[in-house]
């Protein structure tokens, strides 16, 4: 019976070591992405420490331990504290948003280092430990087999679950916060059998944090009576600031509304006089990023169709930020997958898909994007893309976005629609025509300018 209740104890401990060290690595690239955005570079940087933190965990927790049972438990405390506190949004949107570190990649090297490396690394000691704990006279290589599988299995658990099941259920943050918990409780049961000391008494308190932190924004919310909400892809917060509401989502500023009524942003408004200005009325308008739903207020003349990755947005807006539901059409799809799977021809589409303050989802600023979105637009269509570049193009990305823009649409007004210098962040708003171009150039030698004018 001993043999049995040790046996069920070591693949327990296994398996949970295995969702949650999956886990919290999934949820450590969501929270990451809400502040820097989400591209292959940033995913690779995260892994890359991970896999690195595992090794030397895998490692140490080799050593010969008289206690192993104990160690675990100390490790699963410290684990839940780190996570808990260093995935929480308002801790890594802080560090990972601070120039002080110019380059973004050494910024988010040492913050994972900091975080994702000593949770991986504590997660990662539990394999050998619970080995030497388990000692039963079984091989090496069967004690490891099996070992491994329980774990993995674990690991895919872990990876496919929390973040789809349950995030949309009570949001990433509470998400992360209940692993913290289910951890801080693996780690208490495993010392209820061995003296506090105080180190174990810091664990503990340090655990308890970690629990914390993540739902902090909720405590807050309640406290101030302001709105949060926390969903599979964005913590978003409302703030009020006089006559204004300011949706800010993923620690930066989003939307803004007047409490009258109306959009407080000056690119919606720049948008809604091109769309006026350019005589485009009674249109069908595709907005590709819901945001606060704001392109289509003031506007009556057109027809207007949202699609965003975030189903949960449209109830937050309808509830807290004065949209009003019934006349919105959202669909709740990523923008490149929607107009791969929709054929359907638009006579204006509009993008304004973030996923950080100044990030553009990397898929979604390619020159095949652009030449998706081309193919969608009707005869005599505009696109309408909100970009955050610097108005003078002084950097690598902003000159590059424009010659890929250039390249699907030759001919766009660009516009800077804060005041601010040229090398600052700035939106700028591209407006583009869907004609074809004429590759013809004026030159000394060949002057048909005078003929081209009398044709216009």
Known sequence: MFRMNRLFAFFLLLFFEGVAGTTYQVLFIRQFSSSIGNNAEFTGIIICVFLGAMSLGYKVGGRDNDSPLRTLGLNFLIMSGFGGVMASSSISGAFLTNPLIESSHLRLFVYSIFSVGLTAYFVAQSLPLLLQYKQDGESPASQSGNALFISTIGSMIGAGLPLPLLAPLIGASATLSFLCIASTAVGCALLLKYRLTPFGVFAIFFAILGVVAPVTPYIKSHV?????????????????????????????????????????????????????????????????????????????????????????????????????????????????????????????????????????????????????????????????????????????????????????????????????????????????????????????????????????
């Open 224 to 456: 101030d009576g302001s709105a949060f909400t926390s969903t599979t892809y964005n913590d978003v917060y409302l703030r009020d600031d006089n006559d204004v509401l300011i949706m800010e989502m993923n620690n930066a500023r989003m939307s803004m509304r007047f409490k009258s009524g109306g959009s407080a942003s000056s690119y919606v408004h720049y948008i809604n006089h091109q769309l006026k200005l350019l005589g485009k009325t009674n249109k069908n308008v595709l907005v590709l990023g819901a945001g606060g739903f704001q392109i289509h207020e003031g506007d009556k003349d057109n027809h207007y169709t949202y699609v965003d990755i975030d189903s949960e947005l449209l109830d937050w807006a309808g509830s807290y930020f004065g949209v009003n539901k019934e006349e919105v059409n959202l669909v709740a799809k990523d923008a490149r997958a929607f107009l791969v799977e929709n054929p359907s021809k638009w006579d204006v589409i509009v993008l304004d898909v973030f996923s950080s303050a100044d990030s553009i989802p990397a898929h979604l600023m390619t020159l095949e994007f652009f030449s998706l979105v081309k193919s969608r637009i009707g005869p005599d269509g505009l696109f309408v893309a909100n970009t955050v570049t610097s108005g003078g193009f002084r950097d690598k990305l902003s000159q590059k976005l424009y010659n890929t823009i250039h390249a699907s649409f030759p001919f766009c007004q660009v516009q800077q629609t804060l005041a601010g210098n040229e090398t600052q962040l700035n939106n700028v708003v591209y407006t583009c025509f869907s004609h074809g171009s004429d590759k013809g150039l004026y030159r000394d030698d060949k002057r048909a300018r005078h003929s081209d004018f009398t044709k216009t």
